[in-house]
């Protein structure tokens, strides 16, 4: 496959050769080859050819060793090896490549060539995606743009930098001037930049024009020279040092040194009242200074210290640097105007702290914000009477509060803001970048004027309104340089600004991320954008590549440090990917102004669940309002999360009470010390069923369990003690229940043999019915006639379906036994039943009722027959049988 790519090489190195060529040469490109199509023809076939004959190689592994193991093929395969090379190294050579082929012998000369090779074909591949895109029409030219002379400004198609112009004129753009190869300026400091991640010292040490002495911490020179920058230690090492050594000092290190001078600072009453105009001098005819010796610097210091006002501005550059450079800095007076290289004079630009600090004269800065926080941190100056001519800008409310407008506007200047983005660090300075700095400052003075007496006239003459400009200018004085401290939780704010939701191993490569840049950002001096842009850094942690051409991909461009480590990069990516998948819940991060993420469900039941939910016993809950405790991570307030579980907790608490005890109010100041120690037993009792309620985060080793020094040993064995008498208590109780059922079943039983007893007792006494039939037969000859009394047929038991149904017929009851017995007269019976018809009355016998009863009741037509079928008389009807016929029931 490498001859193929080498192959393809070549074939297109001959096909930008024809892009070269002219339409008019004739001569062949190559021999025996008219023209590269006919070239890319050949080539491609005998790339095919040359791909399908690879297939057909013994492949890597047992097969390949056993053919190596003949001598015949492994000389074939050295010599054909190295022929490819040396081909391979002639290509790699026509293309300007490293082309060292040695070494193939040992395992590190193979890894070693096919570097080489790598490298190669990604230097071939590029040099012709260029050359494709100039055969289309697109440039791709990587010339760096040096701010020599005035050039044509690239027309770039966006609104942002775009200037409004007139029609018929041509939009001007801004241009962002750099060079690649310009000196770091940083070498040349004789104090070495402090990057260290620790607070910033102010670097005064003498205090002109003051009232209040400076703190001894600055004058002390043994205590400022002592840095724990300094010193060859670990950087948590430093930082302890640092807090040892200033530790007695805290409070006049991060105090304003000149801030009991500004709080007793009183503008004059000429300030405040109504200015006369100074006309401005022409921008040709004023006369510029630039300051790069100490001679001259002091010069200027004498200057400014006979003025009464002057106007200052600065230009800074923040991309090369970690905490940034002030590379220039621009000084008008009325007559002359300065520029001061302040990167060659950065350690004595101390100086004109006489004149910044002097109360008599007015400083003029436009959106000093981040020019008196500059000051401080690179030259150790601070400026005492500001005046901003954007805070008057603000009080005048003019449609635009910028300089370019403010210009415009009183001075009819078109400032020209093509090099507003430029790199400053430049030396020697272009004469258009000169310019543009001489304009910043040499208008400002009477700008100055203008906004005074546009303030006194909009407030009818009264100077408050100029007042509170002049106030709010000393609150800009007061500000004190802050750097950039790195904390454990320093990338929560900038994640939170991406507006992105990360999972646990995105958030995780995030912030290993975050830590890597700033720790390589502060080692190198660079810019945290410079090293890896933050929403490079944002796309790494989102897609989280397996390989570290992933992370080559996320980058476009990519930055030279990130190329350089990217193996470091694919670790910490590797490292995220093996944390758990989780969905990140940053609860309970009231600080730093975080938003929660909250999780939607509860764990416990379904979304669906409402079976335990009651209408008033709990608040309603959004599901983006339930606090859930799993997937918190960095949260410092773990007991805050817990009273807020308390509060809203789940919808459906869990009812398991068993190991629940009363909450009491008791103070641990009162607590004796067995009640504390019995206190803090109970709070490490585990509970049993902890598996059904809400996870508390609460780990127990396992090996303390079998300790039987540790006290969850002695819980654990006082459980199971208590487990195994609480199992003997019911096995007792369980014998017990059963002897006290066999004691009622034995009762039962007696009760039920002596109620038989008695009954059969009863029945020994009492005529049977064959025995009153037999002595009726003997009295009066008569067999079918019988005599029952009422008490007999209450003490006889219920006869069978048999007797009952023989003795179906009309019989008379009589009250007593003694009774004389009257035979049945048949001539009062309806005999027609036994030949088909129907009787009018009932036709069955009721033996409680008596023979003229009988005959005078009668059934109505639609009443049913309430006797049962065991009542019916044997004898069948004649004519028709029931079976298989409907039955002819009567209509209601």
């Not at 000369?109 to 895109?133: M, T, Y």
């Not at 007792?761 to 029952?788: D, H, M, P, Y």
Request: aromatic share 8%; proline share 6%; hydrophobic share 30%.
């Amino acid at each position: 496959m490498d001859s193929s790519k080498n192959k393809e090489s070549t074939k297109c190195g001959f096909q930008d050769s024809k892009l070269g060529s002219n339409d008019e040469e004739t001569a062949e490109l190559c021999p025996g080859f008219r023209d590269v199509d006919a070239f890319v023809k050949y080539g491609l076939g005998a790339v095919l050819s040359a791909t399908k004959a690879s297939a057909g190689l013994p492949q890597a592994g047992d097969e390949y060793d056993f053919y190596r193991s003949f001598p015949g093929f492994q000389e074939f395969c050295e010599n054909q090896g190295g022929k490819l090379s040396h081909c391979m190294s002639q290509i790699m050579q026509q293309h300007g490549c490293r082309s060292h082929m040695r070494g193939r012998n040992n395992l590190t000369g193979l890894e070693e060539q096919f570097d080489l090779v790598i490298d190669a074909n990604d230097v071939i591949l590029e040099r012709v995606g260029i050359l494709l895109d100039e055969a289309d029409g697109v440039n791709r030219s990587q010339q760096p743009v040096m701010p020599a002379g005035f050039q044509p400004p690239k027309i770039v198609v966006s609104s942002w930098n775009r200037k409004g112009s007139g029609s018929g004129s041509r939009s001007e753009t801004f241009r962002l001037l750099h060079a690649k190869n310009v000196a770091r300026p940083q070498l040349k400091f004789k104090e070495k930049v402090d990057n260290s991640n620790t607070p910033f010292i102010p670097k005064i040490f003498i205090k002109p024009n003051a009232t209040k002495p400076l703190p001894s911490y600055f004058t002390d020179k043994q205590i400022h020279k002592q840095r724990p920058e300094d010193l060859d230690v670990p950087a948590a090492l430093a930082d302890f040092i640092h807090q040892q050594r200033t530790q007695e000092h805290v409070e006049d290190m991060f105090a304003h040194p000149y801030q009991y001078e500004l709080n007793h600072l009183t503008i004059p009453e000429s300030l405040l009242s109504k200015p006369d105009l100074q006309i401005y001098k022409p921008l040709a005819e004023t006369k510029c200074s630039f300051i790069e010796t100490l001679e001259d610097l002091v010069a200027l210091n004498e200057k400014l210290c006979k003025l009464s006002e002057f106007a200052v501005d600065l230009e800074h550059h923040s991309y090369r640097s970690f905490l940034g450079l002030t590379c220039l800095m621009q000084i008008s007076t009325r007559d002359e105007d300065f520029i001061i290289d302040t990167l060659e004079l950065r350690g004595e630009m101390y100086i004109l702290n006489e004149a910044f600090t002097d109360p008599a004269i007015v400083k003029v800065f436009h959106g000093a914000d981040s020019d008196i926080e500059w000051l401080q941190r690179d030259f150790g100056l601070y400026v005492v009477n500001l005046f901003d001519t954007h805070q008057a800008s603000r009080a005048l409310n003019l449609a635009r509060h910028s300089l370019d407008h403010l210009l415009k506007h009183f001075c009819s200047v078109d400032s020209d803001k093509r090099y507003q983005l430029a790199d400053w660090r430049i030396r020697p300075l272009p004469d258009e970048m000169v310019q543009y700095a001489r304009t910043d400052t040499h208008y400002l003075l009477y700008i100055y004027d203008c906004v005074r007496v546009q303030l006194l006239d909009f407030n009818h003459g009264q100077p408050g309104l100029l007042q509170c400009v002049w106030n709010k200018s000393k609150e800009i004085s007061l500000k004190k340089y802050a750097k950039p401290i790195y904390t454990e939780e320093s990338y929560l704010e900038l994640q939170r600004k991406q507006k992105k939701s990360f999972n646990t191993q995105q958030l995780t490569a995030f912030r290993l991320l975050f830590a890597w840049r700033d720790k390589l950002a502060r080692q190198e001096d660079e810019s945290t954008g410079y090293v890896l842009p933050t929403h490079m850094m944002s796309k790494i942690s989102e897609e989280l590549p397996k390989e570290p051409q992933g992370i080559i991909a996320c980058c476009n461009p990519v930055p030279p440090l990130v190329r350089q480590q990217v193996n470091e990069l694919h670790l910490f990516v590797q490292q995220a990917r093996e944390m758990p998948l989780l969905k990140a819940e940053i609860a309970a991060q009231t600080k730093k102004g975080l938003t929660p993420i909250k999780k939607p469900e509860v764990t416990l039941f379904g979304p669906h669940d409402t079976s335990r939910v009651c209408g008033g016993d709990h608040p309603h809950f959004t599901p983006n309002d339930l606090p859930v405790k799993q997937g918190i991570l960095f949260s410092n307030e773990e007991h805050e999360m817990d009273d807020v579980q308390k509060t809203s907790g789940l919808i459906a608490p869990p009812k398991i009470t068993l190991f629940e005890e009363l909450e009491t109010k008791n103070d641990e100041e009162s607590l004796s010390v067995a009640q504390m120690k019995a206190k803090r037993i109970n709070e490490s009792f585990e509970n049993p069923f902890r598996m059904y309620l809400p996870s508390n985060d609460v780990h127990v080793n396992k090996n303390a369990k079998f300790d039987p020094s540790s006290k969850i040993f002695e819980i654990s064995k006082r459980w199971k003690l208590q487990s195994i008498e609480q199992q003997q208590k019911e096995l007792e109780a369980s014998r017990k229940a059963k002897e006290e059922a066999k004691d009622r079943a034995k009762k039962l039983a007696e009760e039920r043999n002596k109620t038989k007893q008695s009954y059969q007792e009863s029945l020994q006494n009492v005529t049977t019915v064959r025995q009153q039939a037999a002595e009726s037969a003997k009295r009066g000859g008569k067999k079918r006639e019988r005599i029952a009394s009422e008490e007999v047929t209450e003490l006889t038991p219920k006869p069978s379906k048999k007797l009952m149904k023989s003795a179906e017929g009309p019989r008379k009851t009589e009250p007593s036994p003694s009774d004389s017995f009257t035979p049945f007269d048949y001539s009062q019976s309806d005999l027609k039943v036994f030949g088909g018809a129907k009787s009018k009355g009932n036709t069955q016998f009721d033996p409680n009722r008596q023979g003229h009863d009988f005959k005078k009741k009668k059934i109505s037509k639609g009443q049913k027959s309430n006797s049962g079928a065991g009542n019916r008389s044997m004898s069948y009807l004649a004519g028709k049988s029931e079976r298989g016929f409907r039955h002819n029931w009567p209509k209601r």
